[in-house]
């Protein structure tokens, strides 16, 4: 599989159980590897920050470019997946099992200040109503 950057600044390349992340502008590769089975599928995100590794265990490893990282899990595929795509603030996969996923990513890029105000405008609650209190006393 093999996947490039909008940019052209990142090549993401692998094999079954390898990932090379390739940064043409600086020259650097990075070696990785998938958690959970082989590679089957890569896609990397426009802006160059997220490579999607899609695997033949029906997840989908979303990885942050700058480090590596695994970020989040994507599941819902029964079968390998076959394809992903990046599209408008949304990963596009597909899978044996003939099913077509759209995983909004919004959660998964967004600064935790911006998930926990989202929350408290969708919820009208804040930390500290639900945060347990500071003390709690021991039972007697």
Known sequence: AVAA????RWVATAGPRAI???????GARRALAPE?????????AADGRWLAVGTST???ELRAVADGAVRARLRGHHHR?????FV???LISTSGDGTLLRFQLDAVTAAPAALVAAATARWQLTLADVAPPAEVPSPR
């Open 20 to 26: 090379a992340l390739d940064d043409l502008a600086g």
């Open 88 to 90: 408008a603030g949304a």
């Open 36 to 44: 959970r089975g082989d590679v089957v599928a890569l896609a990397v």
């Open 58 to 60: 029906g997840e989908i």
């Open 81 to 85: 997946v076959t394809s992903v795509q």
């Open 5 to 8: 950057s909008a940019d052209g």
